[in-house]
């Protein structure tokens, strides 16, 4: 089954407590990103990948980074998470190196306390 | 600054009852406009792309046009199963993707 997987789904941390959130996707796409929603704001992109060892900011990368090693992967680390980086992340992909009709994952709630 | 709205932010509608959903929206070159369908728990899920004005697309119950300034997803006959959040983003020149917040329909039987 074609899919993107998150890991974990759910997760409580505390402030400074490094953390990274998991993204595979089996359907060989180039271009992978990370978004946040947040009520009343919209998916809001925080970094995206059009290729393998070829990453770029979004609008909001700011205490986030990401690495693309491998073509199914695409990581997203908080090096030294705050609360206002509790939300609800969606990693996605795309064919071709756009972000047209993207596969979204299921989502990571992340709490920081 | 790309801006996307989409009102009304919540749609109560009666099964068969049909409605539309705007999505206006300012953008430096629009490439793309495109519809996602969001159920709770779950990441969205596409559903239209639109590429210039005046173009339409159907699936099933839904159709979404597209006008120089303003997108519209119309649910024609809903069904209880058509409950979810529709969101509506539009693709700049640039290629940089901005999200309106949604709106949240939700059909009773």
């Known amino acids: 089954e074609a899919q993107v997987t998150q890991n974990p789904r759910y997760l409580i941390t505390v402030t400074g407590k490094k953390l990274t959130v998991t993204c595979s996707q089996n359907?060989?796409?180039?271009?992978m990103s990370w978004y946040r929603q947040d009520p009343g704001l919209g998916l809001r992109q925080i970094y995206y990948?059009?290729?393998?060892?070829?990453?770029d900011k979004g609008d909001v990368p700011e205490g986030y980074k990401v690495s693309r090693k491998e073509k199914r992967n695409f990581p997203l680390i908080l090096e030294s998470p705050s609360p206002n980086q509790t939300s609800l992340y969606f990693c996605?992909?795309?064919?071709?190196?756009?972000?047209?009709?993207?596969?979204f994952g299921p989502g990571t709630r992340l709490t920081v306390l | 600054e790309d801006q996307v709205t989409q009102s009304p932010e919540a749609l109560r509608l009666q099964e068969g009852e049909s409605s539309s959903l705007n999505c206006s929206y300012t953008?430096?070159?629009?490439?793309?406009l495109f519809w996602y369908r969001q159920d709770p728990g779950k990441g969205p899920e596409f559903l239209f792309t639109?590429?210039?004005a005046g173009e339409e697309k159907e699936k099933e119950r839904l159709k979404a046009t597209l006008t120089k300034k303003e997108s519209f997803l119309h649910i024609t006959a809903p069904k209880p199963e058509d409950s979810a959040t529709y969101l509506c983003?539009?693709?700049?020149?640039?290629?940089?993707?901005?999200f309106g917040a949604g709106t949240t329909v939700t059909v009773r039987a």
């Open positions: 359907m060989n796409h180039e271009y």
């Open positions: 990948s059009m290729n393998v060892e070829v990453t």
């Open positions: 996605a992909s795309s064919p071709g190196t756009t972000n047209n009709e993207q596969f």
């Open positions: 983003a539009v693709q700049a020149s640039d290629y940089k993707l901005s």
């Open positions: 953008v430096s070159g629009l490439r793309g």
């Open positions: 639109l590429y210039s």
